[in-house]
């Protein structure tokens, strides 16, 4: 839609601006939160950054390595490659499990039951702030090509760089997404308001993951081991999905009576 900006020269992606913006209100609302809920804040989130830095390069890699069937890099350019973040591409099955991963590493180190529930409710509710700002930039970016469409709600390109000139209307499924998202963050937020409760996040991430599965079915994208059912391509994206949603609700109910 509009990919990029120039700032002085220099070409600056939309998912870049997003990432950052959105890193600053997530850092801004834990900080918040911490202080509310009477947590450390550096001693809650030091070990994030050397999670989210393996999940990238490791994603990264794997990326690299099904593009080019090459097991490692054999030339500093190739390594540059999979460090770069130009040409963005890490399969949403691998964030998935990687961030399922960091998850569980991240929540097995606490060892208090109720230092557990406060914590993951200010790192859920910092991440559902964040992507509702980064999923507007990432409709901006345009990388992730939507069906087209002739819907009144549709978006076009706003230049010629787009990816989107190959197109008249697509759907503002980013936007939507955003919109979900805050929805959502609102629904899971009113009983921790109002009844006080903690562990509120899990229906905050099964939640998310079905709208962003209602997602991919506008999303145009290799899919792979698909499976027609009423019209709707389900593939890999939707299995993994749907086994994490399974675990999670799993989780959620085996944690919602249990006592600290």
Not at 36 to 44: A, T
Not at 170 to 177: K, S
Not at 212 to 233: K, M
Request: hydrophobic share 55%; glycine share 4%.
């Amino acid at each position: 839609m509009y990919p990029s900006i120039e700032l002085r020269g220099i070409n600056i992606s939309m998912m870049a601006i997003g990432i950052a913006i959105s890193f600053l209100i997530f850092i801004i609302t834990a900080r918040i939160l911490t202080q509310r809920n009477g947590q450390d804040f550096l001693k809650l989130f030091y070990r994030i950054p050397g999670r989210i830095i393996l999940s990238y390069i490791l994603g990264r890699y794997i990326s690299f390595s099904l593009e080019t069937w090459t097991y490692l890099p054999t030339s500093l350019s190739e390594l540059l490659t999979i460090l770069s973040p130009n040409n963005f591409n890490i399969h949403f099955v691998w964030i998935l499990l990687a961030s399922r991963i960091c998850i569980w590493s991240f929540f097995s180190g606490i060892k208090r039951t109720e230092n557990k529930k406060i914590r993951a409710d200010i790192l859920f509710t910092s991440l559902a702030n964040a992507i509702i700002i980064l999923w507007i930039f990432l409709t901006l970016w345009d990388t992730m090509i939507w069906n087209p469409t002739e819907n009144i709600f549709a978006i076009r390109a706003l230049t010629d760089e787009s990816a989107l000139t190959k197109f008249d209307w697509v759907y503002p499924v980013g936007l939507f997404i955003s919109c979900g998202v805050l929805a959502i963050h609102i629904l899971v937020s009113i009983p921790r308001i109002i009844f006080k409760k903690n562990w509120l996040w899990m229906r905050w991430l099964i939640g998310i993951l079905i709208v962003l599965n209602i997602a991919f079915f506008f999303q145009s994208y290799p899919r792979h081991w698909v499976i027609s059912i009423l019209g709707l391509l389900f593939d890999i994206k939707q299995y993994i999905s749907l086994i994490v949603i399974i675990h999670c609700c799993i989780t959620a109910i085996k944690w919602e009576n249990r006592k600290f």
